[in-house]
């Protein structure tokens, strides 16, 4: 693995990109929902990097209360960018999962104790064996209420972990730029694909 996809790229040395946006061409393959940019009204939305993609999405599509899901890329500078080019490490992207839910049916620290507790948020441009600035923790928020609840929890949980110190970004969300097709809800078509989720063993202390 080269050094190099450690680090995230500058505008001068990203990737050119292209204008044309890639959307999903199929609805949501567990529940049907049409994937696209719209937000229902009365849901809200939260964008996770926790490593591969792949289980980090099936994570949250199984919980009560999720609308839907997609996996994609954000984080970075490339527009519109394809999977071969996130991979190396030259459009400063992350894998993410948009998390779309219902308020009403589960809270937002749930999701966020998901989060922490399913990956671990240490270990810097990776996620164990998966290696380069596309695999690291992160949180995209779509509202400033949402932005301090992930800085709180970040700080709940970074007692829980003692002298390992977090490397999550917790950031406004910028643009999700949407996955291929054959990435989205990867380990439904694939039961028996890889999944590179792993926690720490540390539950996140109660609020």
Same mark, same amino acid.
């Given at each position: 693995?080269?050094?190099?996809? /450690?680090?995230?790229?500058?505008?001068?040395? %990203?990737?050119?990109? !292209?204008?044309?946006?890639?959307?999903?061409?199929?609805? &949501? *393959?567990?529940?049907?929902?049409?994937?696209?940019?719209?937000?229902?009204?009365?849901?809200?939305?939260?964008?996770?990097?926790?490593?591969?993609?792949?289980? %980090?999405? #099936?994570?949250?599509?199984?919980?009560?209360?999720? =609308?839907?899901?997609?996996?994609?890329?954000?984080?970075?500078?490339?527009?519109?960018?394809? =999977?071969?080019?996130?991979?190396?490490?030259?459009?400063?992207?992350?894998?993410?999962? #948009?998390?779309?839910?219902?308020? /009403?049916?589960?809270?937002?620290?749930?999701?966020?104790?998901?989060?922490?507790?399913? &990956?671990?948020?240490?270990?810097?441009? !990776?996620?164990?064996?998966?290696?380069?600035? /596309?695999? !690291? @923790? %992160?949180?995209?928020?779509? @509202?400033?209420?949402?932005?301090?609840?992930?800085? *709180? @929890?970040? %700080?709940? =949980?970074? /007692?829980?972990?003692?002298? *390992?110190?977090?490397?999550?970004?917790?950031?406004?969300?910028?643009?999700? =730029?949407?996955?291929?097709?054959? &990435?989205?809800?990867?380990?439904?078509?694939?039961?028996?694909?890889?999944?590179?989720?792993?926690?720490?063993?540390?539950?996140?202390?109660?609020?």
């Amino acid at each position: 693995m080269s050094s190099s996809k /450690q680090i995230l790229p500058t505008e001068s040395q %990203a990737l050119i990109g !292209r204008a044309t946006p890639m959307m999903p061409s199929l609805p &949501h *393959a567990v529940n049907g929902t049409q994937l696209n940019d719209e937000i229902p009204q009365g849901m809200e939305v939260l964008t996770f990097g926790m490593g591969c993609f792949w289980g %980090a999405e #099936r994570l949250f599509w199984k919980q009560t209360g999720i =609308y839907s899901t997609a996996v994609g890329y954000s984080g970075g500078i490339t527009p519109n960018p394809n =999977y071969k080019e996130v991979c190396t490490g030259q459009t400063g992207h992350n894998e993410v999962v #948009r998390v779309i839910f219902d308020p /009403q049916q589960i809270s937002l620290n749930t999701l966020l104790t998901l989060f922490w507790e399913n &990956h671990d948020p240490t270990q810097g441009m !990776r996620q164990g064996n998966d290696v380069g600035t /596309q695999y !690291r @923790s %992160a949180i995209y928020t779509y @509202s400033d209420q949402h932005y301090q609840e992930a800085l *709180a @929890s970040k %700080a709940r =949980y970074q /007692q829980a972990l003692l002298d *390992a110190s977090i490397t999550t970004e917790i950031l406004p969300a910028g643009t999700f =730029y949407f996955a291929e097709d054959y &990435h989205q809800q990867y380990l439904a078509k694939n039961p028996n694909g890889y999944c590179g989720l792993g926690g720490t063993g540390i539950c996140m202390p109660p609020q």
